[in-house]
C-alpha cells in the first residue's frame, strides 16, 4: 500500500493544493474547479485499498469484471507563476462509522500526500474546506484563512475577502476544522511545511443538506487566483451556482415564517466590514440557532 | 496501520489441492452459517486456525443473541478427507482488505487452495413453492466455462446501484482474483417473507451444488425433513389465515403485491414460524 506514480514531472517547487468531500463540497469543488481549468495532468495516485472499501462492482455475464475504489490522485501543472501540485481524494477515510477522517487512517494518508510533497519539495500547502457561519446564502461567502505558522499571518491580512479566527466575532481565534483538510494543516507542521486552508462560508441552515455550495468554493478560487497569480475564468462556477441556488431557494422556501424572518436577517451581515460585530446581538445569534436546529429536528434531517 | 498478524493457526493441515467454502454469519435467512455449520457437521470439521478480532471488529461490549453473549469469531475448518476448508465468520466492520487478504493468505500458505466458493443470499418476490435457483458468478471467464455443466445461471448482469456498496463477497472475489485464485460467489433468491428465517430450500440449494462439485457424497435426508417440515408448516399458515393464502396465491400466479401487503405476509408469516402452531 503506499503512493504509486505513473510519471516524474519536472516541476520546480510546486505548491500543493488537496481537497477532500466535506460539508457543500466547498473544498473539493474548488480544488477540482481549478485542475479543470488549468488542465492539470494525473500523474499519480494512492492505493486505495487500505483505506476505502469498494463502491462499486461491475458484473458482466457473470464475469466479475472490475471493482471500482474512491480515486487519491495527484495531477501537476506548469503555470507561470506557480507550478501548483493538486491531489484530489474522492473520499475521506473513515473508521468507526464516523462521517469525517479521524485516527490513523487519516493520519497515514495525511502523510502519504505529504511524503509526495516532500519529493516535489512543496514550498507551501494549501486544503479547502467549509466555514459554518451565521450568513445568508444571498450574500457573498467569506474566506476564513487558518495558517499554521504566525509568519504566514501577514500574507493573509492582504488577501481580499478573507479574514483569520480572530476576525470572527465570538471566537477569539479560536476553532476547529475536521476531517483531513484539517488534519493535513496539523500534519504539515509538524513535518515542517507551510501551509494555509481556505475555508469558504456556508449559511448554518444549509449545512446538513445533500447538495454543494459553489458560491462558496469560488470565493475560495478567488483567494487561491490572487494568492498564486493566476487567473483562472470562474465562469464555470457561476453556471453551477445559479443551479443550486435555485434549489436553495426551494428549500428556503419549506422553512416556516418565523424561522425565515429570523434568517433573513442575516441578510444585514455583510462582507464589507467582516473584522466588525454584525448588527445581529448574541441572543439573537443563540436564539437563531436554536430555531434552525428545531426545524431540522422536527423535519427528521441533518443540521 | 497495524503491523499485527492476526492469524493463529493451531494446526497445520495436510492439505494438497483443497477448496474452500466460506460463509458469513449474519447474512439473509442465516445461509452462510447454515450452510458451512451443515458441511462441518455432515462432514467432521476439525478447526484448525482464526482470524484474531481486533483489527477488523468493534469490541466495544458484546451482543447478545437467544441469551448468549457472543463475540466476534472468524474461523477455519478442515474436512481433510475431502480436500475441504471451511471458514466461517462474522462479516468484519473495518480493514477488510487486510481481513480478506488474511483469508486468502491462509487458503493459499496453509491449504493449498484451488478455488474457492462464497455463500450468499438474495431477496427474491416469488412464492415459497417455486423451485430455488442458484446463481453464480465468478471472478475469471475461465471458471465460467468450468461451471457450464452444473444447474447454475451463469449470466448474471449487476452493477451496485447509487447509494449501495458491493458486497463482501464481490471484494473477497476480486481481490482472488487478483492473487489468481478461481472464485465462485453463489447466490440463492429467497422469498422475501422468509428473509428474516431459515430457508432449508435454499442450503439445500447450495449444499447439492458443492456436494456434486466437489464430490462430498453427502446424505441430505435429515435437511429434506427439514424442508418437508417447512413446507408443511407453512402449508398450515396458508389454511389457517386465508389473507396469507391469497397473498401466496397471487405470488404463485405472479402478481405483485403492494408494500403493505409485503409488509402483512412477511409479519404473519414469521409469528407464525416463531410461535409454532
Request: hydrophobic share 35%.
Amino acid at each position: 500500500m503506499g503512493i504509486k506514480l505513473y510519471q516524474e514531472p519536472q516541476i520546480e517547487n510546486p505548491i500543493l493544493i488537496a481537497g477532500w468531500p466535506g460539508i457543500g463540497n466547498i473544498g473539493i469543488i474548488a480544488v477540482d474547479t481549478l485542475r479543470g481549468i488549468l488542465e492539470a495532468e494525473e500523474f499519480g495516485e494512492i492505493e486505495p485499498w487500505d483505506f476505502f472499501y469498494p463502491r462499486q462492482v461491475l458484473i458482466r455475464k457473470g464475469v466479475l469484471e472490475y471493482l471500482e475504489f474512491p480515486s487519491s490522485k495527484f495531477y501537476f501543472k506548469r503555470t507561470k507563476g506557480e507550478d501548483i501540485i493538486f491531489f484530489i481524494g474522492e473520499e475521506q477515510p473513515t473508521e468507526g462509522g464516523r462521517l469525517y477522517a479521524e485516527g490513523r487512517k487519516a493520519y497515514h494518508m495525511a502523510n502519504l500526500v505529504l511524503d509526495v510533497a516532500e519529493k516535489f519539495k512543496c514550498r507551501r500547502v494549501y486544503t479547502s474546506g467549509a466555514a459554518v457561519a451565521l450568513t445568508h446564502h444571498t450574500t457573498k461567502p467569506r474566506v476564513w484563512a487558518v495558517p499554521n505558522s504566525e509568519s504566514l499571518i501577514p500574507e493573509i491580512t492582504g488577501y481580499r475577502n478573507t479574514v483569520l479566527m480572530s476576525d470572527i466575532e465570538g471566537r477569539g481565534g479560536h476553532g476547529n476544522i475536521t476531517g483531513l483538510n484539517g488534519l493535513l494543516l496539523g500534519v504539515a507542521k509538524k513535518r515542517g511545511f507551510e501551509a494555509i486552508c481556505l475555508m469558504g462560508e456556508i449559511p448554518v441552515y444549509l449545512q446538513g443538506l445533500p447538495m454543494s455550495y459553489p458560491k462558496a468554493s469560488k470565493s475560495v478560487l478567488e483567494v487561491l487566483n490572487y494568492s498564486l497569480k493566476i487567473e483562472a475564468n470562474l465562469d464555470k462556477l457561476d453556471e453551477l451556482d445559479q443551479k443550486v441556488e435555485r434549489r436553495i431557494e426551494e428549500f428556503y422556501q419549506q422553512i416556516p415564517l418565523e424561522i425565515r424572518g429570523q434568517l433573513d436577517r442575516l441578510k444585514q451581515v455583510t462582507d464589507v466590514q467582516p473584522a466588525e460585530p454584525g448588527p445581529i446581538t448574541e441572543e439573537e445569534e443563540k436564539r437563531i440557532m436554536e430555531d434552525v436546529e428545531k426545524f431540522f429536528k422536527k423535519r427528521g434531517g441533518g443540521g | 496501520m497495524s503491523q499485527r498478524y492476526p492469524i493463529r493457526i493451531y494446526k497445520e493441515p495436510d492439505l494438497s489441492r483443497s477448496s474452500l467454502v466460506l460463509g458469513w454469519s449474519e447474512d439473509m435467512s442465516n445461509l452462510g452459517r447454515k450452510v458451512t455449520c451443515y458441511l462441518n457437521r455432515k462432514l467432521k470439521g476439525q478447526e484448525f486456525a482464526e482470524i484474531e478480532p481486533e483489527d477488523f471488529f468493534s469490541l466495544g461490549g458484546v451482543a447478545i443473541e437467544g441469551n448468549l453473549a457472543q463475540f466476534p469469531e472468524s474461523k477455519f475448518y478442515t474436512c481433510q478427507e475431502h480436500e475441504l476448508v471451511v471458514f466461517q465468520s462474522g462479516s468484519p466492520g473495518a480493514e477488510w482488505y487486510k481481513f480478506l487478504n488474511s483469508v486468502l493468505d491462509v487458503a493459499e500458505h496453509h491449504c493449498r487452495v484451488k478455488e474457492l466458493y462464497t455463500i450468499g443470499a438474495m431477496v427474491s418476490v416469488s412464492a415459497h413453492t417455486a423451485p430455488r435457483q442458484l446463481l453464480a458468478v465468478v471472478n475469471s471467464a475461465e471458471t465460467k466455462e468450468v461451471l457450464s455443466q452444473y444447474d447454475l445461471t451463469r449470466d448474471l448482469d449487476y452493477q451496485t446501484p447509487p447509494g449501495e456498496r458491493p458486497t463482501l463477497n464481490a471484494f473477497l472475489l476480486w481481490i482472488a482474483k487478483e492473487r489468481n485464485i478461481p472464485g465462485v460467489s453463489l447466490w440463492v433468491p429467497i422469498p422475501f417473507y422468509l428473509a428474516a428465517m431459515e430457508d432449508a430450500q435454499a442450503q439445500k440449494k447450495i449444499l447439492s451444488f458443492l456436494d456434486e462439485r466437489l464430490d462430498l457424497e453427502i446424505d441430505f435426508s435429515d435437511l429434506d425433513r427439514e424442508i418437508r417440515e417447512q413446507n408443511e408448516q407453512l402449508a398450515r399458515a396458508r389454511s389457517r389465515f386465508p389473507q396469507i393464502d391469497d397473498y401466496i396465491n397471487r405470488l404463485e400466479s405472479n402478481l405483485m403485491l403492494s408494500e403493505e401487503e409485503n409488509g402483512e405476509l412477511i409479519k404473519k408469516i414469521e409469528d407464525f414460524l416463531r410461535e409454532g402452531d
